[in-house]
């Protein structure tokens, strides 16, 4: 049972142009949300992170937005770079302990 | 600088061989998490740790353990019952965000 689903794979944008990527999310207990970067053969980073209590949260070229009636989040990533190529993971923090519950991940490509 | 170590960076394992992927942090976390990471699946909670000398299965749990003797360290042996071993292995530490390792990729030979 997938609590945090990404349904694209792949996202390929223009450089400079906004990259939007998409998670949705099962368990209406999640009350905070985390998006990682991965780039091939290294651990994911940390980007940006939302609370339940909020619906915008931005850091730069940054943006999550969070839907709780629809239980969806998004990353808005303006304008985008090609070092912004790397695979993205949302992540949902459960109700037990601080475990995370990690997508599929979105792989994003952005050309020059 | 605080951080989470992983060793080694590539690891062959022999069929029918157990293997242990090294963790340590100096973070000062209390919890510690192992995942795998397969093509297209995503990242795999194996293994986690919320306390020194305890420790939880996590959703693939079957043909690994782990021990938690320490608090910086959070060792995981794949056993010969891990009938698909070859991945790549992250060790985390945290808990309302995660500082991840570099990884292990593990390949069976």
């Known amino acids: 049972d997938q609590q945090v689903k990404q349904n694209s794979p792949s996202l390929s944008v223009q450089e400079g142009r906004i990259s939007i990527l998409n998670c949705d999310y099962t368990?209406?207990?999640?009350?905070?949300f985390l998006w990682y970067k991965k780039y091939p053969a290294e651990g994911p980073t940390f980007l940006i992170s939302?609370?339940?209590?909020?619906d915008k949260n931005e850091d730069g070229r940054f943006t999550v937005f969070l839907n709780k009636s629809a239980k969806h989040l998004s990353l808005h990533i303006v304008p985008s770079q090609p070092g912004d190529s790397a695979v993205y993971f949302c992540?949902?923090?459960?109700?037990?302990?601080?475990?995370?519950?990690f997508g599929q991940g979105t792989e994003l490509s952005v050309k020059p | 600088d605080g951080g989470i170590t992983q060793s080694p960076k590539y690891l062959f394992r022999k069929e029918g061989q157990n293997v242990t992927l090294s963790c340590e942090q100096n973070?000062?976390?209390?919890?510690m998490y192992w995942y795998r990471q397969d093509p297209g699946q995503g990242l795999r909670l194996i293994y986690y740790?919320?306390?020194?000398?305890?420790?939880q299965k996590g959703d693939i749990a079957e043909g690994y353990s782990v021990s938690r003797e320490k608090k910086e360290s959070f060792p995981l042996t794949v056993t010969s019952a891990q009938k698909n071993p070859t991945a790549f292995y992250l060790c985390?530490?945290?808990?309302?965000?995660?500082?991840f390792g570099s990884g292990t990729r593990l390949t069976v030979v």
């Open positions: 985390a530490s945290g808990f309302y965000g995660y500082t």
């Open positions: 368990n209406s207990m999640f009350d905070y």
């Open positions: 939302i609370s339940s209590i909020k």
């Open positions: 992540a949902a923090k459960g109700n037990q302990g601080g475990k995370l519950i």
């Open positions: 973070l000062n976390h209390d919890a």
């Open positions: 740790s919320q306390i020194v000398n305890d420790f």
